[in-house]
């Protein structure tokens, strides 16, 4: 009786142990293939198109960094703005910062900002550095440094705006598998940026301003 307990014993804890096994191996590819992050790139006429689009979202979503073409100064009036005016947690950027659930970081003025991944954390670098595509902060900088982190555990927007900015980022980003989303002309103030991704092939989806909240959700819940 005793050799069959020891067996049965045995028996329940292989079998235990290859249940947590296969747990931890689902669990593992349910992350690979979850959104981490929603990118938010904008130029003329963004402040208020990302207020739209934070608006229309619920708050308990992946954390979202947001470059907007500002100077200095205006960056953390309007991140206060944002804050004061949607369910986020909104706040200027700086190096250390957490990308987190229901925060917002915004770029700060003549700073790039860059997402960085420890381990399983998440947070961002802000640099003072030459101009980036005309730009300090730069769209660029931030897209492409979310391809290199994350890939396709992402969400890339790019909005209206007056140039270039953002449009081989968030190429990158694209084929890095993530998911890509261009504002349409008719609703651009400026329609640049947006249209420069889009002939670059880089936007899987080019949507109106107001159809953009709705298709963020639809991906994240795609993920679930």
């Not at 990118?39 to 739209?52: P, R």
């Not at 261009?182 to 991704?197: C, F, H, L, T």
């Amino acid at each position: 009786m005793a050799v069959i307990d020891e067996t049965k014993s045995a028996l329940n804890t292989n079998i235990k142990t290859d249940v947590k096994e296969v747990a931890e191996r689902v669990s593992e590819h349910e992350n690979e293939n979850k959104i981490r992050v929603i990118a938010i790139g904008a130029s003329t006429g963004g402040t208020e198109a990302i207020l739209s689009i934070l608006k229309q979202l619920p708050s308990n979503i992946p954390g979202i960094i947001i470059v907007q073409h500002m100077p200095a100064v205006f960056t953390q009036m309007y991140a206060q703005r944002l804050n004061a005016n949607t369910e986020f947690n909104v706040k200027e950027a700086k190096t250390g910062d957490v990308v987190a659930h229901g925060s917002v970081l915004v770029a700060p003025g003549d700073y790039h900002m860059k997402l960085k991944k420890t381990g399983a954390r998440l947070s961002v670098e802000c640099i003072k550095d030459e101009k980036v595509s005309g730009h300090c902060p730069s769209v660029d900088v931030l897209f492409e440094s979310v391809a290199q982190e994350f890939g396709k555990n992402s969400i890339g927007v790019i909005l209206t705006g007056m140039g270039r900015d953002g449009a081989q980022g968030i190429l990158r980003m694209k084929n890095e598998g993530a998911e890509t989303i261009g504002q349409d002309e008719e609703s651009s103030v400026v329609y640049g940026m947006p249209k420069s991704a889009y002939e670059l092939g880089a936007i899987n989806y080019q949507l109106p301003l107001h159809k953009i909240p709705e298709k963020i959700i639809s991906l994240l819940n795609k993920d679930i």
